[in-house]
């Protein structure tokens, strides 16, 4: 089945090229949808379209087996590219908020669109090799976190009814043409927190009259360095940023209010709720020592689930990865991104893994290895400067789902 790689190698390539110079923001993936439906029903597949607005669902049956859900996700960010790629995206789009912003793929969601539609295309054109059904899923608006839940309420139990396991891959900065995978927990689980203190505002030569929300906000933010520091074991992993800190207007003005943002990233739940108590008690304590005039308030926003991957689901696809990859199979390290992947087959009941691809030019990473400066000198996701080549990357990812799925659905 893999040798059908070099029949559809050009066109996927083109299409990935096509997909990575039109990006698309979150819930704005019209035209990368659009693109996906001529692909699959190109291929044959029953299709679903406006799943949880933009989701794109493909069924394709072949007898009695086990069903499969392979997912890719398909949205991009507002990111100026700075790749140099003659492919580059030079495409702007309005977000949520009104504005008018830089669209790229730094993140690599082209390179998982492309490569699932190749695995169809590979799987579709070979029945005898396989039986069951798979289900080709194109989730939207995995970056902002929501994507996977509104493909959920948007009924897609009732799509595909009988799904035993789920599975899904992310292209990494690291060597192309390496897989890795991981069992237990391998994507961490991700809270912003809005955090607004207030104060009582007065003409800066005043400050005697004025509760200051500003100095607030600081005592908070060198406080918060503690958490992690001091209340978090030293076997867990855990991180904790104050990304934002916006307040007043001018020199001489103390304002009344202060807003932080935040982003926690834990490995399990106990941590988790560790670390929002410590900072809920933290807050509110700075906020009494400050003599501040109003209870501060706390919104916990963009919340992506802990990725927790089944270990014989993880088990099954490592050995199949290793059967075809041989050395290229690797243990992929934790990583302390996040995504909402595992909300699908949460919400299904079935068990799931998560595996890493690389998307590096092996030899440009093996000069900066060697040279101590990986973390310098390869750009990461969400990087404006994240280009992942072309192959053996999009080789790699399509061989992956297509050996992952035949676990299950090989005769």
Same mark, same amino acid.
């Given at each position: 089945?893999?040798?059908?790689?070099?029949?559809?190698?050009?066109?996927q390539?083109?299409l990935?090229?096509?997909?990575?110079?039109?990006?698309e923001?979150?819930h704005?993936?019209?035209?990368?949808?659009?693109?996906?439906?001529?692909?699959?029903?190109?291929?044959?597949?029953?299709?679903?379209?406006?799943?949880?607005?933009?989701?794109v669902v493909?069924?394709?049956?072949?007898?009695d087996?086990?069903t499969?859900?392979?997912r890719a996700?398909?949205?991009?960010?507002?990111?100026?590219?700075?790749?140099?790629?003659?492919?580059?995206s030079?495409?702007?789009?309005?977000?949520?908020?009104?504005?008018?912003?830089?669209?790229?793929?730094?993140?690599?969601?082209?390179?998982?669109?492309?490569?699932?539609?190749?695995?169809?295309?590979?799987?579709?054109?070979?029945?005898?090799?396989?039986?069951?059904?798979?289900?080709?899923?194109?989730?939207?608006?995995?970056?902002?976190?929501?994507?996977?839940r509104?493909?959920?309420?948007? #009924? *897609?139990? =009732?799509?595909? %009814? &009988?799904v035993?396991?789920?599975l +899904?891959?992310? /292209?990494l900065?690291?060597?192309? #043409? *390496?897989? =890795?995978?991981? %069992? &237990?927990?391998?994507?961490s689980? +991700?809270?912003? /927190?809005?955090?607004?203190?207030? #104060?009582?505002?007065?003409?800066g030569?005043?400050?005697?009259?004025?509760v200051d929300?500003? /100095?607030?906000?600081?005592?908070?933010?060198v406080?918060?360095?503690?958490?992690?520091?001091?209340?978090v074991?030293p076997?867990e992993?855990?991180?904790?940023t104050?990304?934002?800190?916006q307040?007043?207007?001018?020199?001489?003005?103390?304002?009344?209010?202060a807003?932080l943002?935040?982003?926690?990233?834990?490995?399990?739940?106990?941590?988790?709720t560790?670390?929002?108590?410590?900072?809920r008690?933290i807050?509110?304590?700075e906020?009494?020592?400050s003599?501040?005039?109003r209870?501060?308030?706390?919104?916990l926003?963009?919340?992506f689930?802990?990725?927790?991957?089944?270990?014989?689901?993880?088990?099954t696809?490592?050995?199949?990865?290793?059967?075809?990859?041989?050395e290229?199979?690797?243990s992929?390290p934790?990583?302390?991104a996040?995504?909402?992947?595992?909300d699908?087959p949460t919400a299904?009941?079935?068990?799931?893994?998560?595996w890493?691809?690389?998307?590096?030019?092996?030899?440009?990473?093996?000069?900066?290895?060697?040279a101590g400066?990986?973390?310098?000198?390869?750009?990461?996701?969400?990087?404006?400067a994240f280009?992942?080549?072309?192959?053996?990357?999009?080789d790699?990812?399509?061989?992956a789902l297509?050996?992952?799925?035949?676990?299950w659905?090989a005769r």
């Amino acid at each position: 089945m893999l040798a059908g790689l070099d029949r559809i190698r050009a066109a996927q390539e083109d299409l990935y090229r096509n997909l990575h110079q039109h990006p698309e923001l979150s819930h704005q993936e019209h035209r990368t949808a659009a693109a996906v439906v001529g692909q699959l029903e190109q291929a044959g597949l029953e299709v679903h379209t406006g799943v949880g607005g933009t989701g794109v669902v493909g069924v394709l049956r072949n007898g009695d087996g086990p069903t499969v859900l392979l997912r890719a996700d398909m949205d991009a960010l507002p990111v100026r590219e700075a790749t140099g790629l003659p492919y580059a995206s030079t495409d702007a789009a309005t977000d949520l908020d009104g504005v008018e912003v830089p669209v790229m793929h730094a993140c690599g969601h082209d390179v998982h669109v492309a490569c699932l539609v190749g695995a169809v295309q590979l799987l579709a054109g070979r029945p005898d090799a396989w039986r069951g059904t798979v289900v080709a899923l194109f989730q939207p608006a995995e970056e902002t976190g929501d994507g996977a839940r509104g493909m959920v309420d948007d #009924g *897609l139990a =009732g799509l595909v %009814a &009988g799904v035993d396991v789920a599975l +899904a891959q992310h /292209v990494l900065a690291f060597p192309a #043409g *390496l897989v =890795g995978t991981r %069992a &237990g927990p391998v994507l961490s689980a +991700a809270d912003s /927190v809005r955090i607004t203190v207030h #104060g009582r505002g007065a003409h800066g030569s005043m400050p005697h009259a004025a509760v200051d929300p500003v /100095v607030l906000a600081a005592m908070i933010v060198v406080r918060l360095q503690t958490v992690v520091a001091r209340e978090v074991p030293p076997t867990e992993t855990a991180v904790l940023t104050v990304g934002s800190i916006q307040a007043g207007t001018k020199s001489n003005v103390i304002p009344d209010s202060a807003q932080l943002l935040l982003n926690l990233r834990t490995y399990d739940d106990a941590t988790r709720t560790t670390m929002l108590d410590a900072i809920r008690r933290i807050v509110t304590a700075e906020c009494q020592a400050s003599g501040s005039p109003r209870d501060p308030e706390l919104e916990l926003f963009d919340r992506f689930p802990l990725t927790d991957n089944d270990p014989a689901t993880t088990a099954t696809v490592a050995a199949a990865f290793t059967a075809s990859f041989a050395e290229r199979a690797v243990s992929l390290p934790r990583q302390s991104a996040s995504e909402d992947f595992s909300d699908l087959p949460t919400a299904l009941g079935v068990p799931y893994t998560y595996w890493g691809i690389g998307g590096v030019d092996p030899e440009s990473y093996l000069r900066a290895e060697q040279a101590g400066r990986v973390a310098q000198d390869i750009p990461v996701n969400h990087s404006a400067a994240f280009a992942p080549v072309l192959q053996p990357t999009l080789d790699t990812g399509t061989q992956a789902l297509v050996v992952a799925a035949l676990a299950w659905l090989a005769r």
